[in-house]
């Protein structure tokens, strides 16, 4: 029996709902081709046991039966579609039971074996019926077996894409969320200082503001996206560094060092503003003479290495505090679960590296 009956029969016997077989040329082929490797091991066991005649004659008599067999099996199946478990099984029995005459009939013609149908007795008559019916249940129970792996397969394949699909929101939802909560203080504090400054500096808070602007339209046109290359990023940092150098002045300092082969990286965007912003925050701004922040990008192997260093006062407990650099680990670990890590550590002589390694081939 070919799989097409298999998959008629396990759809009522375990409700499990199937895609409809297409009887398309490489289906076909398939279906007899197995079929056929299947006679073959009937006929060496027939002939094992010293049943029918030579290996030549049982090989043929049992392809002309199963053959037979599957295609009668295959036509009914095809044309009258039964529903009611029923009608099939009843539809599949009276198919083996044709198929193996028509099969042995056939057999009988081309060998021109005694045992053919055309000289039978009414034993050997039930007895290759009865084989037919052994060989045809055996056969079918091997595509009804194999259907149901199948189906099980697609089913957990579904079931994992509908998983996967439902965490890919999630996680989008919660980037978004973590994003959202870097800005605020930032921009208010911006805001309050230009302020302060075109009351008391016009020019320098004029500066401020512009400075300012060219963040805010970088920010904006970046974040839309869900990934930027790491020059766009460090474009956006380049203007908010700026911010900072107009109220802080020679204090602040700052490099950037790239190679040209890993600007077009793409990266999820604001991942490395939170670390340079920890580094202003507590290593340089409270240090008298300021400092500087060095970031740098390399690659070794597959993996990818940016790295925020600054020359502030040090590491203490208040870098690893902030609410930005607990979101960059939380949009690491959602992005790249367990192929991305954050480290922060001290920057010889003085200062704190903060560290991103993640995959380079994956954005």
């Given at each position: 029996m070919d799989g097409g009956t298999g998959a008629y029969l396990l759809n009522q016997q375990t409700m499990i709902t199937l895609p409809s077989i297409k009887f398309t040329p490489?289906?076909?082929?398939?279906?007899?081709?197995?079929?056929?490797?299947?006679?073959?091991?009937?006929?060496?066991?027939?002939?094992?046991?010293?049943?029918?005649?030579?290996?030549?004659?049982?090989?043929?008599l049992s392809q002309c039966i199963g053959l037979s067999i599957c295609s009668l099996v295959c036509?009914?199946?095809?044309?009258?579609?039964?529903?009611?478990?029923?009608?099939?099984?009843?539809?599949?029995?009276?198919?083996?039971?044709?198929?193996?005459?028509?099969?042995?009939?056939?057999g009988s013609v081309i060998t021109g074996a005694d045992i053919a149908l055309l000289h039978?007795?009414?034993?050997?008559?039930?007895?290759?019926?009865?084989?037919?019916?052994?060989?045809?249940?055996?056969?079918?129970?091997?595509?009804?077996?194999?259907?149901?792996?199948?189906?099980?397969?697609?089913?957990?394949?579904?079931?994992?894409?509908?998983?996967?699909?439902?965490?890919?929101?999630?996680?989008?939802?919660?980037?978004?969320?973590?994003?959202?909560?870097?800005?605020?203080?930032?921009?208010?504090?911006?805001?309050?200082?230009?302020?302060?400054?075109?009351?008391?500096?016009?020019?320098?808070?004029?500066?401020?503001?512009?400075?300012?602007?060219?963040?805010?339209?970088?920010?904006?046109?970046?974040?839309?996206?869900?990934?930027?290359?790491?020059?766009?990023?460090?474009e956006m940092i380049t203007a908010y560094i700026n911010i900072f150098k107009e109220r802080m002045g020679d204090r602040l300092h700052y490099a950037c060092h790239i190679p040209d082969t890993v600007r077009s990286r793409l990266l999820p965007p604001m991942l490395l503003q939170p670390l340079v912003e920890n580094a202003i925050k507590h290593g340089i701004e409270p240090k008298i003479d300021g400092g500087q922040i060095t970031i740098t990008a390399s690659v070794t192997g597959n993996r990818l290495r940016l790295e925020v260093a600054d020359t502030g006062l040090g590491f203490d407990n208040t870098h690893l505090a902030g609410l930005g650099l607990a979101n960059v680990k939380e949009r690491l670990q959602a992005l790249y679960a367990d192929q991305a890590r954050l480290i922060v550590e001290e920057n010889y002589p003085c200062g704190v590296k903060a560290i991103i390694e993640a995959p380079y081939d994956t954005p």
């Open positions: 490489k289906r076909i082929f398939e279906i007899l081709l197995g079929t056929m490797g299947f006679n073959v091991v009937i006929a060496l066991f027939l002939t094992a046991i010293k049943f029918g005649g030579s290996f030549t004659e049982n090989l043929i036509t009914s199946f095809y044309l009258l579609a039964p529903e009611a478990l029923f009608a099939q099984l009843l539809l599949a029995v009276v198919a083996i039971i044709a198929g193996s005459v028509i099969g042995s009939l056939f039978t007795t009414p034993a050997s008559l039930v007895q290759t019926i009865l084989f037919g019916i052994l060989f045809g249940a055996i056969i079918s129970y091997i595509f009804i077996s194999r259907d149901k792996l199948t189906a099980s397969q697609a089913l957990i394949q579904e079931e994992r894409i509908k998983r996967l699909l439902a965490e890919k929101k999630t996680i989008e939802s919660d980037l978004k969320r973590l994003q959202a909560q870097i800005e605020p203080h930032f921009l208010f504090n911006t805001l309050a200082a230009i302020l302060s400054l075109l009351e008391s500096e016009p020019a320098r808070g004029r500066t401020m503001l512009k400075n300012f602007t060219m963040y805010l339209r970088a920010m904006l046109s970046k974040t839309r996206s869900d990934h930027v290359t790491i020059e766009q990023e460090i």
